[in-house]
């Protein structure tokens, strides 16, 4: 079993979402894509943007349409999603988007990108460390990472919840209490959190919030789902 399935098989999960399934590992769509597009606005649009573990590739797709002349890659390690991302590509005749597959903790491109992000994806990567000096490595000089991640406040929110996910959790959350547990494992035992300390001790440059620079309304967990950038000197 590869490591990405330890906690949730992911390719099965996109080999078998339906519509439900894809708004619910959607949170790009619903959470980030505008202040990503306001940030943008403000710091200049790079010319190229990597996004990874894009699922359904809201980000990814939201930055090539408003910026057709930036090159954009969505990476995943889900090869279901890639496909149905790649169809998108070819039906609505994208010519600045490609989807590859990787699989962090690890993050190799062939080229840099000025901005590269990752949402709500480093809560299933137990190498979390690895996985951010992979991604900061993939920055050019110049750009900057942006991330969410789970911190201190999920870890102990979620230890709350997986003592009782029937009571947490109804028919309509995105999360399946029965699996809940085993889902968020490495947040509930702390392999798979950051925080600003952390993420500065790894890459020796403190993250800033969005929220510090976005007029965008914070969604209601941006306590603990902090979204931040990492410019790179
Ligand atoms: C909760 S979804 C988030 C999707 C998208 N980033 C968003 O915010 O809407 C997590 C995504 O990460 C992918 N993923 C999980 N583990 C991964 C890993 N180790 N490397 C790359 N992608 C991974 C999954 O296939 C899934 O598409």
Redesign the pocket.
Known sequence: MA??EQT?D??T??EEAGETDRD?????????VSPLLELFEQRGVPSSYA?????????VFAVADRYPETTVVG????EP?LDTNRMRVTQEDYDNVAFEQ????S?APERQFEVVS????L???PEIEQ?LQALYDAVEPGGYLVL?YHNQYAQSMFTNIAKQPHEYLDKDSAWNPDHFAERFAGVIEGNSILSYRKIHDILGVWPQSLWSVVETERYRAWRQNPLVFVPKP
């Not at 996004?51 to 980000?59: E, F, I, K, L, Y």
């Not at 990787?102 to 903790?105: F, Y």
């Open positions: 490591a990405y949730l992911w390719t999960y996109w619910d590992a959607d949170a790009s769509g619903e959470y980030i996004d990874v573990g894009c699922g359904p590739g809201s980000a990476y995943d390690a889900a999603v990787a699989v962090l903790p993050f990752s949402f709500y994806t809560c299933y990567v996985a969410t």
